[in-house]
C-alpha cells in the first residue's frame, strides 16, 4: 500500500476549482507538435495531464499542435500515439489544430472587425526592430493605422494566396510600450505556402502557436491548461485573446519541465544526436526518448513511477537520473526472469563427472514471484564459468574460485578446483575441478558449506548471443553548465558491444516483452534488430549504481 502524499499545488488548485463549484469535472489536453519523438520531459507531461483526470475524474485529450507545415510528418504522429499508448494512457479524443483551422480563421477576422488586429507588410527584420528591447519600448507599424476594412480585404487575399511567403503577416493590436515583450503586437498568422500533412494545400496562411492554442483550448472546453514554466511570459496573451474573443475562459498553469543529469532533454540537440549519428536514431536506447527507453527495456510502470516520485514544482530543478535507473531496478528486480549468461568464458572440466553426461537442473525463473514457476538447464562435465570468478592467488575472503576451494554451481552441484591447466603464453585455458555428487541443489547431503555461489552453462548446450552494454550518453552531469558544445561531453563508452557470449538455451524463447535480469550481470531484453539465428540483447540497467560508487570515489 503506497504512502498518502500531500497534494502539489496543481492539484491543490483544481480541487479548490472543484470546491467551488467552477467546474463539476477538469478537462486537461497532452498537446504536442508532431516534428519529432517524445522523450522523457513530455512523460512527466503525459503522466500529469492524464494522472490528473484519472484523480478527479474527466478527460484528456490529445491534440497534436500541427500549426507549421513545414516541420511535421505523419511517422512522428504515429509515434506519439504508440507512445503514449504504451505508458498505459488512452486519451478521450485525438484532436489536432488543424481541425480548426477555419475556426481559428473566424476568430482572426472578428478580431479584426474590432479594432484588434491588422495586416503588416513590414519584414521579419523590421518587426524584430519594432519590437524595442527589455528596457526600451517598441515602435509602432507604419501598417499599424490601416482601416478595418483594408485588413479585412488584405487578410482575405492572404488567405486566397495572392502574397508570396513573408510578404505579409497578421497581428495583434495591443501595446508596442507594453513591458511583456510578448504583448507588442504580436504574429498571429503567416503565410507559408506548403503542403500539410493533414489539410493538403487548402491553406497556406497558417496560426502561430500563441495565437492556436489558447483558442484551440477553449474549442475543447479544457479547464486546465496546463505548460511548462518558459510560458509563463505568454499567459498573459493567452487571457487577452480569450478575453477579447469572448470564448470558453481556459486556464494556463505552469510547471517545472524535467531536467536530468547526464541527459540532453532539448528536442533541438536530440535532433542534432541524430542528424550527426552521434546515436543510431531517435529509438538509440541511449537516448531519453520513450522509443529509446522502451527499446532499452525500461518499462512504462517504472516511468510513471519515476513521474510520480519526482512530483511536480514550480521552479527548474535538476533530478537525478540514479532515481531513473533505481525506479527500473526496483521494478525489473519483481518481474524479470533469471537466467544465466557468461560474458568473459573460461572452460572448466569436471574430471569425474560421468563422460556424456547429461542433467537436468531445475532453477528459480524469478525467486522475487513465488508463481514465477521453474526452468530446467542442461548440465554436464564441461562448462564455462566468468574468467572475473576465478583467481589463481587470491586474497583473503575471497569466496570465488581458486585452486584447492570450493564453490557452489548455481542450481547444480559444489565443485572444488584442482588443477589449472595453460597455454603456451601462459594464459588460463581450462580450470579442472571435481565434483560432490552428494551435493546437488534441492537434495544435497554432503554437509558441507560455501559461501560463494558461481553462474554457468554447459558448453555444448550454450548459444551465442550479442549483448549490448549501454550506459550514459554524457560524462557531466549538468549539461547546461558544461563548458564547450554539449557534444563534447558525449561518453565514448556508452555503447560497448559484446558480439558472442555465451547463454543458456531457454534464451532462444525470448521474445520482445520479455524481461531478464542475467545473474550478476544486470537486467537486459531482446533487441528489434535480433533474429533467429542472431540475438541480440540490450542492457537497460547494470545491477546496482555503478556510477554512485564512482563519484564517491
Known amino acids: 500500500m503506497k504512502e498518502e502524499r500531500s497534494l502539489n499545488f496543481l492539484e491543490e488548485i483544481i480541487e479548490n476549482d472543484l470546491k467551488a ?3 463539476t469535472s477538469i478537462a486537461t489536453r497532452f498537446p504536442p507538435e508532431p516534428n519529432g519523438y517524445l522523450h522523457l520531459g513530455h512523460a512527466k507531461s503525459i503522466c500529469l495531464n492524464f494522472g490528473l483526470t484519472k484523480r478527479y475524474g474527466g478527460r484528456t485529450n490529445l491534440r497534436f499542435d ?33 481541425d480548426y483551422f477555419d475556426q481559428l480563421y473566424e476568430y482572426a477576422v472578428k478580431l479584426i472587425k474590432k479594432g484588434l488586429a491588422y495586416v503588416d507588410d513590414s519584414t521579419s527584420e523590421e518587426i524584430a526592430k519594432q519590437k524595442g528591447t527589455p528596457t526600451t519600448p517598441g515602435t509602432d507599424s507604419p501598417y499599424r493605422s490601416r482601416s478595418i476594412e483594408e485588413n479585412l480585404r488584405l487578410f482575405q487575399e492572404m488567405k486566397d494566396g495572392k502574397y508570396k511567403d513573408g510578404a505579409k503577416v497578421l497581428r495583434a493590436k495591443i501595446d508596442m510600450a507594453h513591458l511583456n515583450m510578448h504583448m507588442r503586437d504580436p504574429i498571429m498568422y503567416r503565410i507559408k505556402h506548403a503542403h500539410h500533412h493533414r489539410t493538403g494545400d487548402k491553406w497556406c496562411i497558417y496560426p502561430m502557436y500563441d495565437f492556436a492554442h489558447g483558442q484551440s ?42 531536467n536530468l543529469t547526464y541527459t540532453a532533454m532539448s528536442k533541438r540537440k536530440l535532433l542534432q544526436l541524430v542528424n550527426e549519428k552521434h546515436v543510431n536514431g531517435w529509438d538509440d536506447p541511449r537516448m531519453p526518448t520513450i522509443s529509446g527507453m522502451r527499446r532499452r527495456g525500461y518499462t512504462p510502470d517504472s516511468i510513471r513511477e519515476f513521474c510520480d516520485k519526482i512530483g511536480i514544482a514550480k521552479r527548474e530543478n535538476l533530478i537525478d537520473v540514479g532515481l531513473l535507473e533505481f525506479c527500473v531496478r526496483e521494478h525489473l528486480n519483481k518481474i ?25 537442473m531445475e532453477s528459480e525463473d524469478n525467486p522475487e514471484d513465488p508463481n514465477s ?22 586474497p583473503k575472503k575471497y569466496f570465488r574460485l581458486s585452486p584447492g576451494q570450493m564453490v557452489r554451481l548455481k542450481s547444480a552441484y559444489i565443485i572444488r578446483c584442482e588443477e589449472v591447466i595453460k597455454d603456451a603464453s601462459g594464459h588460463i585455458s581450462e580450470i579442472r575441478c571435481t565434483y560432490i555428487p552428494e551435493s546437488k541443489s534441492g537434495s544435497d547431503t554432503s554437509g558441507i558449506n560455501v559461501k560463494g555461489t558461481l553462474h554457468w552453462v554447459s558448453i555444448q548446450h550454450a548459444i551465442p548471443v550479442e549483448v549490448r552494454l549501454y550506459d550514459r550518453l554524457f560524462k557531466v552531469e549538468d549539461l547546461a553548465e558544461a563548458e564547450g558544445d554539449f557534444k563534447d561531453h558525449i561518453n565514448p563508452n556508452s555503447l560497448q558491444v559484446l558480439p558472442a557470449v555465451y547463454a543458456e538455451p531457454a534464451l532462444k524463447e525470448a521474445r520482445p516483452e520479455d524481461r531478464y535480469q542475467f545473474l550478476r550481470k544486470g537486467y537486459f531484453c531482446i533487441d528489434p534488430d535480433s ?13 546496482r549504481d555503478t556510477w554512485a560508487k564512482e563519484a564517491n570515489k
Open 21 to 23: 463549484g467552477k467546474y
Open 66 to 98: 500541427d500549426t507549421n507545415p513545414v516541420t511535421e510528418e505523419t511517422e512522428y504522429v504515429e509515434s506519439i500515439k504508440n507512445d503514449v499508448k504504451w505508458l498505459g494512457f488512452e486519451w478521450a479524443e485525438e484532436l489536432y489544430a488543424s
Open 217 to 258: 483550448d477553449a474549442i475543447e472546453n479544457i479547464t486546465h491548461s496546463i505548460c511548462t514554466l518558459e510560458f509563463i511570459p505568454h499567459r498573459e496573451l493567452y487571457d487577452w485573446f480569450i478575453r477579447n474573443l469572448e470564448i470558453f475562459p481556459s486556464k494556463q498553469i505552469e510547471f517545472a519541465r524535467l
Open 336 to 360: 524479470a526472469t533469471r537466467r544465466m549468461v557468461v560474458f568473459e568464458p573460461v572452460k572448466v572440466v569436471i574430471t569425474n563427472y560421468p563422460e556424456g553426461k547429461v542433467e537436468m
Open 373 to 394: 514457476g521453474k526452468r530446467q538447464m542442461p548440465f554436464s562435465g564441461e562448462l564455462y564459468i566468468e574468467q572475473e570468478d576465478f583467481m589463481e592467488n587470491p
Open 531 to 543: 533474429t533467429a539465428d542472431n540475438l541480440i540483447f540490450n542492457r537497460t540497467v547494470t545491477l
